[in-house]
C-alpha cells in the first residue's frame, strides 16, 4: 500500500525558514517524480514544485522561485522541501504527491494527508 | 502561464443526475489535463488524466473528454459520495496550473 506521510508543518515566522519532509512507502521510491502541491486556507490547488526520480531535474512555481528548494533522499525514501524567506501568502496544507512516472509527468496518482503551514508573527 | 477557467463554480444536483463539469485552458494544451476529487479535509483525489484516461479504482460512472483549450468532466449517474470539489489541472508546460473548482453539492 502506498503510503506518503509528510511532516514539519507548524507556525514559522514571516522570513524565517521551515523543512518539509514526505515518508513514502509502499513503492520503489526511486523509480517516481514527486511534487510538493499546496492549497491556501478556502483557495484552489497550487503545484509549487516537483521533481524527477534521479533527482536531476526540477521544477518550481514562480512564487516560490529561489526561496524553497525541493530534494529527495532516494536511500531514505524521503522528500524534502526547504522553505525560506516565508511570507504571509505561503500559509497552507502542503502535500506531497507521488507522480506517474520516473520523469515529471504531472499524474499526481497518490497524496500524502498534507501539513499545515502558517507564516505569521 | 496558463489560466484554467472552470465553469460552474457551483452546481446543484440530486443522486442520479447526470452532470457535466466545463474546464477551459488559456492556450492549448492538447490532451494533458487531469482532474482530481477533492472532499473536505482530505487530500485529492486523482480520476482522469490525459484528458480521457480513467485512473485505476475510479468507477466508470467518471469519464473526461476534450483536447486543446476545452475540456469536459462528466459523472453519468451522481452517488452520495460523489460530492465533493473538483478541479482541473494542466500537464502540459511548468507552472502545472488548477482551475479554481467546482463545487457539486446535494440539491
Known amino acids: 500500500e502506498v503510503q506518503l506521510l509528510e511532516s514539519g508543518g507548524g507556525l514559522a515566522p514571516p522570513g524565517g525558514p521551515l523543512r518539509l519532509s514526505c515518508a513514502a512507502s509502499g513503492f520503489t521510491f526511486s523509480s517516481y517524480a514527486m511534487s510538493w502541491v499546496r492549497q491556501a486556507p478556502g483557495k484552489g490547488l497550487e503545484c509549487v514544485s516537483g521533481?524527477?526520480?534521479?533527482?536531476?531535474?526540477?521544477y518550481y512555481a514562480d512564487s516560490v522561485k529561489g526561496r524553497f528548494t525541493i530534494s529527495r533522499d532516494n536511500s531514505k525514501n524521503t522528500l524534502y522541501l526547504q522553505m525560506n524567506s516565508l511570507r504571509a501568502e505561503d500559509t497552507a496544507v502542503y502535500y506531497c504527491?507521488?507522480?506517474?512516472?520516473?520523469?515529471?509527468?504531472?499524474?499526481?496518482?497518490?497524496w500524502g494527508q498534507g501539513t499545515l503551514v502558517t507564516v505569521s508573527s | 502561464d496558463i489560466q484554467m477557467t472552470q465553469s460552474p463554480s457551483s452546481l446543484s444536483a440530486s443522486v442520479g443526475d447526470r452532470i457535466t463539469i466545463t474546464c477551459r485552458a488559456s492556450q492549448s494544451i492538447r490532451s494533458y489535463l487531469n482532474w482530481y476529487q477533492q472532499k473536505p479535509g482530505k487530500a485529492p483525489k486523482l480520476l482522469i488524466y490525459?484528458?480521457?484516461s480513467l485512473q485505476s479504482g475510479v468507477p466508470s460512472r467518471f469519464s473526461g473528454s476534450g483536447s486543446g483549450t476545452d475540456f469536459t468532466l462528466t459523472i453519468s449517474s451522481l452517488q452520495p459520495g460523489d460530492f465533493a470539489t473538483y478541479s482541473c489541472?494542466?500537464?502540459?508546460?511548468?507552472?502545472?496550473?488548477f482551475g479554481q473548482g467546482t463545487k457539486l453539492e446535494i440539491k
Open positions: 521533481i524527477s526520480g534521479s533527482g536531476g531535474s526540477t
Open positions: 504527491a507521488k507522480d506517474g512516472a520516473i520523469v515529471v509527468v504531472v499524474r499526481f496518482d497518490y
Open positions: 490525459a484528458a480521457s
Open positions: 489541472q494542466q500537464s502540459f508546460s511548468p507552472p502545472y496550473t
